[in-house]
């Protein structure tokens, strides 16, 4: 059995496409097009960013500036054994520096409350009064 090409220094995937139910009415290019968006953290994933590993700025959300992705927190080892040069470049700043390329797309268009958001109906107690 071969395990599949991955990062040994984290756990599992970063970050996922957290997919939205109003995406399935869209058609198939575009749902591809938002499939392939990552970005949701883990909970144990501190933070993740597509940065400049020379400034360790964040790249622009602009979908064309390539920036190195870079993520910390319990996801990811504290460090290599007995390797003070490997850690010293692999977590400058604080980060884990992947070494995958990666950029940020441009945000989200925003959703329009008439379209997107509902009233909760009032809720019932038990005994029949309404409560919200």
Same mark, same amino acid.
């Given at each position: 059995?071969? *395990? ?15 997919? $939205? ?7 198939? *290019? ?16 501190? /933070?993740?960013?597509?940065? /400049? ?8 959300? /602009?979908? $064309? ?6 993520? %910390?927190?319990?996801?990811?080892? $504290?460090?290599?054994? /007995?390797?003070? *040069?490997?850690?010293? $470049? ?28 509902? *009233?909760?109906?009032?809720? %019932? ?8």
């Amino acid at each position: 059995m071969r *395990a599949p090409p991955g990062l040994t220094e984290t756990y599992g995937p970063a970050v996922v496409c957290e997919w $939205k139910p109003e995406w399935r009415a869209l058609g198939a *290019a575009e749902q591809a097009k938002l499939r392939s968006r990552q970005g949701v953290n883990y909970h144990a994933l501190e /933070d993740l960013q597509v940065m /400049d590993p020379e400034t360790m700025t964040p790249a622009p959300a /602009d979908g $064309k500036t390539l920036g190195e992705v870079m993520m %910390r927190g319990n996801m990811v080892m $504290k460090g290599y054994l /007995d390797n003070d *040069a490997a850690n010293a $470049k692999d977590f400058a700043g604080g980060w884990y520096h992947s070494g995958d390329l990666g950029v940020r797309p441009p945000p989200a268009p925003a959703r329009t409350p008439a379209l997107h958001a509902r *009233a909760a109906p009032p809720r %019932r107690s038990r005994r029949g009064a309404a409560r919200r």
